[in-house]
Nanobody, 115 residues
Framework: QVQLVESGGGLVQPGGSLRLSCAAS????????MKWYRQAPGKERELVGD????????NYADSVKGRFTISRDNAANMLYLQMNSLKPEDTAVYYC????????WGQGTQVTVSS
């Protein structure tokens, strides 16, 4: 079955960096565009960015543009989110997403940006 497993979250100081990973299984990963979302407490889930199936193209929300980078390794069935210059407002649970028949979600990984 389709599985998405996020990891790499944690507590980081403002200005710091984190790299999130998403391990995908149960579907032909290299054929699907992938997305990262986040959900802060009391807020709706929002799109952080996406990447095409080949990794040739990415798009980002204005709030993270220039600070976050999405990449993928199709040979390893892995999706990544490199987050630099983190701000307190980046605090959220981060989810990877794939549209495989319907929206598939991982369990999420918590990112907390605080001094």
């Amino acid at each position: 079955q389709v599985q998405l497993v996020e990891s790499g979250g944690g507590l980081v100081q403002p200005g710091g960096s984190l790299r999130l990973s998403c391990a995908a299984s149960g579907f032909r990963f290299s054929r699907y565009a992938m997305k990262w979302y986040r959900q802060a407490p009391g807020k709706e889930r929002e799109l952080v960015g996406d990447i095409t199936s080949t990794g040739a193209s990415t798009n980002y929300a204005d709030s993270v543009k220039g600070r976050f980078t999405i990449s993928r390794d199709n040979a390893a069935n892995m999706l990544y989110l490199q987050m630099n210059s983190l701000k307190p407002e980046d605090t959220a649970v981060y989810y990877c997403n794939a549209l495989v028949g319907y929206n598939r979600w991982g369990q999420g990984t918590q990112v907390t940006v605080s001094s």
